[in-house]
């Protein structure tokens, strides 16, 4: 076998004239040379590879990054954020010591090229950035979304989905406790599996992603480094490099989950033991990732030799190395007195651990390979002076034409009897329908804390046995608004997680988003991102909950045709007792149903509009943040106060949806009668913001009015929970067994 | 004088601090065990959790079968020493011949996590005292592999010694053979189930039951009389 000479920085600069696959690699021609003029001559292979993962759009943000900057500028006050953005995930004070760190991450793209491992990397991913801020993951949450229901391609990618998140969480021992399933046919080429996770440390145990103190070792630990998940392998295999190599590797990397638990747990230990200086997991971009990372986030300098990198496949090449996304590796920085106990405990866990370098003096960051040095750089260029694009945006010039057609304008049902049948309809179809066939797929026991899980407004863990104190998490999203307006889609989108999180009891705290967006390179979805993003911050600035984190994922489109613009929102909220939280099940017959908020004739981009009408057109539905503010207000100290069992928030499929499910989750129907001034099917199916339901035992009618009152929030009776049918004086009624029958068949009828 | 339950932690155990903490609530002493450890720490009883030791790559419970702790527990464990296998930990037992019969992937192929409801059939194992034959509860079941086979000489044994120690009841979660939950060996000391009763013992914890509570007062019970 024959091989070129090794392309150190000393042959680079002899041989300016080499012809280096940029292209190829993704780098555009201004990037590239933008890279030589950094470096003062042409990059080495092994530079390049660096270069081009970590000023792709995944890793630099380079599309999003300037109108992401207003999550910083509009920043709310907030004593609780205690990181913000930036690092791996943020992390918010939540009282009694405890911090919690929080991230909703995308895996959308591997997922559909292979969606079993696709979904559960997507798991690893987040987990570990978890682990990397220095705490324990308690609870991992799912918002995903898939093409039509009834496509065949959705049975080939959602059980593979489902099964993938289940068999890396469930042997993670982290319980799933939220999230989402919502099917478009928008989706049907570009599903969107979004992962969040949440962690619980003390505030002293806070660690973060950087290298100093000269001297101090860098080991990387956990899984061997393969050939998986290296985006552009198959160039670097190329005749450039070496001519004898496979010519393709994989593109999306294999998970495994035990080694991942491993991982955790050496990981705790090591820490509790303040062993660790800086770390860093390994996710996109890997090896550049984290070295130019750490090394940048300190004092600038580090020195790391490639072949003490423990490997799968010897055949590797460093450019290879350097790329490769192997899952389930770390890498941290370790005074030299500490390293022993370091591996000791690494050993105890039958984890792998090498020492593959050291902080330097200097800033530079350098790379060695059998002896030459073929990366000499100064790591901020690689890590944080990407590219930077103003990319132009321009108002679609459909939009128009779709706000113009107006929902409120569809026919709606003539009779008692077409109401029922639309009913039962909307809350049988797909979206609307139990997701129990999902969800029972997914751990929600393991650890022992979950006080709440799916499908209750937010999934709820106790974080301190003594005190009762607790998170909740809700992540929501809806494209049809945010295609009708993304402005207003994405407030909604924060409007109904920051209400989820409210309605079970805890007080809504900071915010991670996951943007799923189109191709940045149209100007309609370059648009539609800026108005999202600029709708969040404004929404984040109003409510007060800082944005600590996330992740963008562009390019979901299939040829010309974007998804529906799909920022995702996840809200943290914290409450005192978990004894205190609201489930959304009824709890007694003879409770007292009330309406809080303004129903309004608004059914633009809802539920039902999309199940009876296939239509989409329209404005949504207003959005009022002071309202919502004075809602989560009413329904926290609701709970504090014991003043009501249960509550639940309106959202799509209106009033109905929400009546239906309580009451088949508690077994107990509910007898309502239309409020004055309300038609039936506006009170039962408009889908205005800022409104839930709440179940209140009699003896607290009196108080819980008053409350209201002298807030101003509207309230109004509308039933009793008696029975065991759901009916609407004077309209219809439906049994529970029917509603039933309807709403949990659907979904193992289409997978199963 | 309290007892002390060890719990033993194989990599990829999960269920290793959820178990402590039902020991505790119960009013015993959890001890950690280590599974490259084969000093059992004089405990007075172990349970072995739930997880996915070794990634159940293999086989589930296959590997962990041979850690050094399981040579001291299996020779204990003959000669008396009570011992909870809770869905790992059951497939561990069965795959140490302390039970009899094995695991296959459920019926359905699927993960299934549900409140599953149960028939208590034995009341008189070490581990069975504080329930009455007969008795219906829910318990949390979580598993990939739980569909419990034996062949029919080794089922028929079960059912006419009253080794049976729990059945599925209303539905049968994954294909058991005659809807087994979980069984008992003769002497009554090695119990083995896929249900988790460590996630039904707070009432706003999981499930909100606390039907799993009496198996860790039953061991209680019977080592503090002892």
């Not at chain 1, 593959?356 to 750089?377: A, M, N, P, S, Y």
């Not at chain 1, 307006?485 to 989108?493: I, S």
């Not at chain 1, 239509?615 to 919502?628: C, F, I, K, S, T």
């Amino acid at each position: 076998m024959s091989r070129t000479p090794l392309d150190t920085v000393e042959h680079a600069a002899k041989t300016p004239d080499v012809e280096l696959p940029w292209a190829e690699l993704g780098l555009k021609k201004d990037e590239y040379e933008r890279v030589v003029e950094i470096l003062g001559r042409r990059p080495t292979g092994a530079e390049l590879a660096m270069y081009s993962v970590m000023w792709s759009e995944h890793c630099s943000y380079k599309s999003s990054k300037v109108h992401l900057r207003q999550f910083g500028e509009k920043a709310p006050q907030s004593d609780a954020l205690l990181v913000g953005i930036g690092e791996n995930a943020g992390v918010v004070d939540v009282g009694q010591g405890y911090a919690v760190t929080f991230k909703v991450e995308s895996h959308n793209h591997p997922s559909y090229v292979e969606p079993y491992q696709g979904a559960a990397t997507g798991v690893g991913g987040i987990v570990r950035d978890i682990i990397a801020m220095g705490a324990r993951p308690v609870a991992v949450v799912d918002p995903l979304r898939f093409g039509a229901a009834d496509h065949p391609d959705t049975k080939r990618v959602l059980p593979g989905v489902v099964a993938g998140i289940g068999g890396y969480g469930n042997c993670l021992g982290l319980p799933n406790i939220g999230g989402e399933v919502v099917f478009d046919a928008c989706y049907q080429g570009n599903p969107l599996v979004n992962a969040g996770a949440i962690g619980v440390m003390r505030h002293e145990d806070i660690h973060l992603a950087k290298a100093s103190g000269a001297g101090n070792k860098v080991i990387l630990y956990g899984a061997r480094t393969g050939g998986d998940g290296i985006g552009g392998a198959s160039i670097l295999a190329s005749e450039t490099f070496d001519d004898a190599k496979p010519s393709k590797r994989p593109a999306v990397q294999v998970g495994d989950p035990f080694q991942e638990k491993l991982l955790i747990e050496c990981t705790l230990e090591a820490f509790a033991e303040k062993l660790v200086v800086g770390i860093q997991d390994l996710g996109a971009a890997g090896l550049s990732c984290a070295t130019s990372e750490l090394a940048s986030n300190g004092s600038g300098g580090m020195r790391v030799t490639l072949d003490d990198v423990p490997l799968r496949d010897s055949t590797l090449s460093p450019e290879e190395i350097l790329m490769s996304e192997s899952q389930e590796r770390m890498c941290a920085v370790v005074e030299p007195e500490k390293v022993d106990r370091f591996l000791e405990i690494c050993d105890k866990w039958d984890v792998i651990a090498t020492v593959i370098g050291e902080v330097t003096d200097g800033d530079r960051l350098e790379i060695f390979w059998h002896g030459g040095k073929i990366v000499d750089v100064d790591p901020r260029t690689v890590a944080h002076d990407g590219p930077v694009y103003e990319r132009p945006y321009a108002r679609p010039s459909w939009q128009d034409a779709l706000q113009a057609d107006d929902a409120n304008k569809l026919a709606r049902p003539a009779t008692s009897e077409e109401l029922r049948e639309q009913v039962l309809k909307l809350v049988a179809s797909p979206n609307q329908a139990s997701k129990s066939w999902i969800t029972s797929q997914y751990d929600h026991f393991v650890q022992g804390n979950t006080v709440l899980a799916q499908p209750e407004d937010s999934g709820m863990i106790r974080i301190d046995e003594e005190s009762g104190l607790g998170v909740a998490i809700a992540t929501d999203g809806n494209g049809r608004f945010a295609k009708l307006d993304p402005y207003a889609g994405a407030q909604l989108a924060l409007s109904e997680a920051y209400r989820n999180v409210a309605t079970t009891g805890a007080k809504p705290l900071a915010v991670s988003d996951c943007l799923n967006f189109g191709s940045p390179e149209d100007p309609a979805v370059m648009w539609q991102f800026a108005e999202a993003v600029r709708g969040l911050a404004d929404a984040c600035l109003q409510l007060g909950t800082p944005v600590t984190g996330g992740n963008v994922s562009l390019y979901n489109q299939t040829g010309e045709v974007a998804i529906h613009p799909t920022p995702v929102v996840a809200v943290l909220g914290v409450i005192d007792d978990v004894a205190r939280r609201t489930p959304v099940a009824f709890q007694e017959e003879g409770q007292l149903l009330y309406l809080l908020g303004d129903t309004r004739e608004e059914f633009g981009g809802s539920a039902w509009s999309q199940v009876v009408h296939d239509h989409l057109g329209g404005l949504p539905p207003a959005v009022d943040l002071e309202r919502e503010r004075l809602l989560a207000e009413i329904l926290i100290s609701a709970s504090r106060d014991g003043m009501i069992d249960s509550a639940h928030d309106l959202s799509d499929g209106g009033l109905i949806q929400a009546v239906v499910e309580s009451a088949l989750l508690g077994d107990k129907g509910a007898r309502l009668v239309v409020p004055d001034g309300l038609d039936a099917f506006t009170f039962l199916l408009s889908e205005s913001a800022g409104r839930a339901i709440v179940a209140i035992p009699r003896s607290e009618e009196l108080r819980f009015n008053d409350m209201c009152g002298a807030r101003s929030l509207p309230a109004t009776r509308i039933g009793v929970v008696d029975g065991d049918s759901v009916e609407i004086q004077g309209e219809f009624a439906l049994t529970l067994e029917e509603l039933r029958e309807a709403h949990e068949g659907t979904i193992p009828a289409l997978l199963a | 004088m309290t007892a002390r339950i060890g719990v033993v932690t194989f990599p990829g155990s999960l269920d290793d601090r959820d178990t402590q903490r039902a020991i505790r609530l119960a009013g015993a002493e959890p001890v950690a065990l280590w599974h490259k450890d084969k000093d059992l720490k004089q405990v007075d009883a172990v349970v072995l959790c739930g997880g996915f030791s070794y990634g159940d790559y293999l086989r589930a419970g296959a590997i962990a079968r041979f850690s050094p702790v399981m040579e001291t527990l299996i020779e204990q464990a003959k000669a008396g020493l009570p011992v909870l296998g809770i869905c790992n930990g059951f497939q561990i037992l069965t795959e140490a011949h302390l039970l009899p019969g094995g695991m296959l992937g459920n019926d359905h192929l699927h993960f299934i996590c549900r409140d599953q409801q149960l028939r208590v059939e034995n009341a008189e194992t070490a581990w069975t005292t504080d329930y009455t034959a007969g008795q219906e509860i829910h318990i949390p079941l979580k598993n990939m592999d739980g569909r419990y086979v034996a062949d029919r000489r080794t089922l028929d044994e079960l059912e006419a010694e009253g080794r049976v120690a729990f059945r599925y009841l209303g539905f049968n979660p994954n294909g058991s053979l005659n809807d087994i939950a979980g069984i008992t060996n003769g002497a009554g000391n090695v119990v083995g189930l896929m249900p988790h009763p460590e996630h039904a013992v707070e009432p706003l914890i999981g499930s909100g039951r606390t039907d799993g509570l009496p198996f860790f007062t039953s061991i209680l019970k019977k080592l503090v009389n002892a």
